[in-house]
């Protein structure tokens, strides 16, 4: 079975330019979760998808963050315009139970210069 | 007060012992509690979950919950110099009926030969 799998792996953009981060769940997953690590501290959550319905998104820092779930399939996660402090890595997590394990992706390390 | 503290270590054990793992919460009401395990720059690695007071034990891996001290441990027996990594402690609040991982910062463990 195919594990939770992120694109790219890595984002190197100027400040102000736009990055899509891609998220494809392990198949049959319905929960599908946003987190990301920046400048070395805890993994923080951004947001949680059942299906294609944002089931929570307290986490999202600004409206510069954009997460999209069509399909209830594979996830975006747009950053629009990036800014300096958007730098850290973006992981995508999938469970199969709402309540349950949740599994990571390999993230995506976005660097914004 | 951080949500989940662990002490960040490093940890350093001799090949062969016992490696003991600290982890404490902030909100009574927590749930389910996950321990990850990071080697530096992958992806945080699902090794224990637990969800009830005791002991949970798979192979090497043993994690204890005490809900009324807010306490979660993992125990690691016979380490290994391959188990040296980041133990992430992470635990779901289930606060407000919202599904979400808060993770502390992580121990480091070194387990040297």
């Known amino acids: 079975e195919a594990g939770v799998t992120q694109f790219p792996s890595h984002s190197v953009i100027e400040k102000g330019q736009t990055v899509t981060l891609r998220c494809d769940p392990i198949s049959g997953h319905d929960n599908l979760y946003w987190y990301r690590r920046v400048m070395g501290k805890e993994i923080k959550f951004l947001l949680h998808?059942?299906?294609?319905?944002?089931?929570?998104e307290s986490g999202m820092p600004n409206n510069r963050f954009l997460a999209e779930r069509t399909g209830g399939t594979y996830s975006t996660l747009k950053v629009q315009p990036a800014e300096l402090e958007d730098s850290g890595v973006y992981f995508c997590a999938s469970s199969q139970e709402e309540w349950g394990e949740q599994f990571f992706g390999p993230g995506t390390r976005l660097t914004v210069l | 007060q951080k949500e989940v503290e662990q002490n960040s270590g490093p940890l350093s054990v001799p090949e062969g012992a016992i490696a003991s793992l600290n982890c404490t919460y902030s909100?009574?009401?927590?749930?389910?509690f996950f321990w990850y395990r990071q080697y530096s720059g992958k992806s945080p690695e699902l090794i224990m979950s637990i969800y009830s007071n005791g002991d949970k034990e798979d192979g090497r891996f043993t994690a204890q919950l005490n809900k009324a001290s807010q306490y979660v441990s993992l125990l690691i027996r016979d380490s290994q110099p391959s188990d040296s990594a980041t133990y992430l402690c992470a635990v779901n609040p289930f606060s407000g009926g919202y599904n979400k991982l808060i993770f502390g910062a992580g121990t480091r463990l070194a387990v040297h030969p």
């Open positions: 998808f059942v299906k294609e319905s944002k089931q929570d």
């Open positions: 909100d009574r009401g927590s749930q389910s």
